[in-house]
Nanobody, 119 residues
């Protein structure tokens, strides 16, 4: 069993910063791509940022230049530094990873953490 646990959400004023963390635990032989998604009320879940094991990074256009994804491969953790936050960044943020547990590769999700940007 694999668990992903996010921390770091909360309420922040426009222009502020937050740092999200995700830690994976359980029977993990390897993790390939890790990422962050978000879902705002009434909208579909969307990719925010992802980083492959080899280091290539993909960002949603809406967060380029403001958000930075990073990973600590040795410790199965990854992060999302969010700067210059805007009200439209308000959403539940989920971490995601493609994990090899021995029986094959499967996607796993965290439980989500609320990020609210409001004055």
């Amino acid at each position: 069993q694999v668990q992903l646990v996010e921390t770091g959400g909360g309420l922040v004023q426009p222009g502020g910063s937050l740092r999200l963390s995700c830690a994976a635990s359980g029977i993990i032989l390897s993790i390939s791509t890790v990422g962050w998604y978000r879902q705002a009320p009434g909208k579909q879940r969307e990719l925010v940022a992802a980083v492959a094991r080899g280091g290539s990074i993909n960002y949603a256009d809406s967060v380029k230049g403001r958000f930075t994804i990073s990973r600590d491969t040795a410790n199965n953790q990854w992060y999302l530094q969010m700067n210059s936050l805007k009200p439209e960044d308000t959403a539940v943020y989920y971490c995601n990873a493609d994990v090899f547990t021995g029986g094959g590769w499967s996607p796993y999700w965290g439980q989500g953490t609320q990020v609210t940007v409001s004055s």
